[in-house]
């Protein structure tokens, strides 16, 4: 699993990392003479989008719109037989239960900037171009039928992610 340091603005700094869902996260202090903070970042915690790297759409996050479900049914594996759709506390499968099937993808429309939507699953994935690792993590999007999906290391460098909202923040801190 990849490992990769991301850098938020207003001091948000990730460490991404697909392992149980989880990502981890660490805080700089508001203040230059603070110490830094590690927390966790989740399925459930909530993700402010920043500023577009172009004026018209995100440029490292996309939206997908599911047009039709593949009938065949998903393959007789241990991970199936354990979870019959993904596992909604971690977020663990949601890959491989949603993009099945056909699909309208597009980047994400600008007037999204400063939308909040919660973290729905967590998840290292291959590059098409040339395989090699990306941190994503999917957002809901209030649609069943649709997610959003963050390529994080890069709409973190780019400042396409501002914030991170959790869902329960006494359990962050390992």
Same mark, same amino acid.
């Given at each position: 699993?990849?490992?990769?340091? !991301?850098?938020?603005?207003?001091?948000?700094? !990730?460490?991404?990392?697909?392992?149980?869902?989880?990502?981890?996260? *660490?805080?700089?202090?508001?203040?230059?003479?603070? @110490?830094? *903070?590690e %927390?966790?970042?989740? %399925?459930?915690?909530?993700? %402010?989008?920043?500023?577009?790297?172009?004026?018209?759409?995100?440029?490292?996050?996309?939206?997908?719109? +599911?047009?039709?479900?593949?009938?065949?049914?998903l393959?007789? =594996?241990?991970?199936?037989?354990?979870? $019959?759709?993904?596992?909604?506390?971690?977020?663990?499968?949601?890959?491989? #239960?949603?993009?099945?099937?056909?699909?309208?993808?597009?980047?994400?429309? &600008?007037?999204f900037?400063?939308?909040?939507? &919660?973290? +729905?699953?967590?998840?290292?994935?291959?590059? @098409? $171009?040339?395989?090699?690792?990306?941190? %994503?993590?999917?957002?809901?999007?209030? @649609?069943? @039928?649709?997610?959003?999906?963050?390529?994080? =290391?890069n709409a973190? /460098?780019?400042?396409?992610?501002? /914030?991170?909202? #959790?869902? /329960? $923040?006494?359990? +962050? /801190?390992?």
């Amino acid at each position: 699993m990849g490992i990769g340091n !991301l850098l938020l603005r207003k001091g948000l700094a !990730l460490l991404c990392m697909s392992s149980a869902g989880l990502l981890s996260a *660490q805080i700089d202090a508001e203040f230059a003479d603070s @110490e830094p *903070q590690e %927390v966790t970042i989740s %399925v459930g915690d909530t993700v %402010v989008l920043g500023m577009p790297k172009s004026t018209t759409v995100f440029a490292f996050i996309d939206i997908f719109r +599911k047009t039709r479900w593949d009938p065949d049914p998903l393959p007789d =594996d241990a991970f199936t037989r354990k979870y $019959k759709t993904y596992d909604s506390s971690t977020g663990n499968g949601f890959y491989r #239960f949603f993009f099945r099937g056909d699909f309208d993808a597009a980047e994400l429309p &600008a007037t999204f900037k400063g939308a909040k939507f &919660a973290i +729905k699953g967590l998840e290292v994935v291959r590059k @098409e $171009k040339d395989g090699s690792p990306m941190n %994503v993590i999917y957002l809901e999007t209030g @649609e069943p @039928e649709s997610v959003i999906m963050v390529d994080i =290391d890069n709409a973190a /460098n780019y400042g396409e992610i501002s /914030n991170v909202i #959790f869902l /329960n $923040k006494s359990q +962050k /801190n390992p």
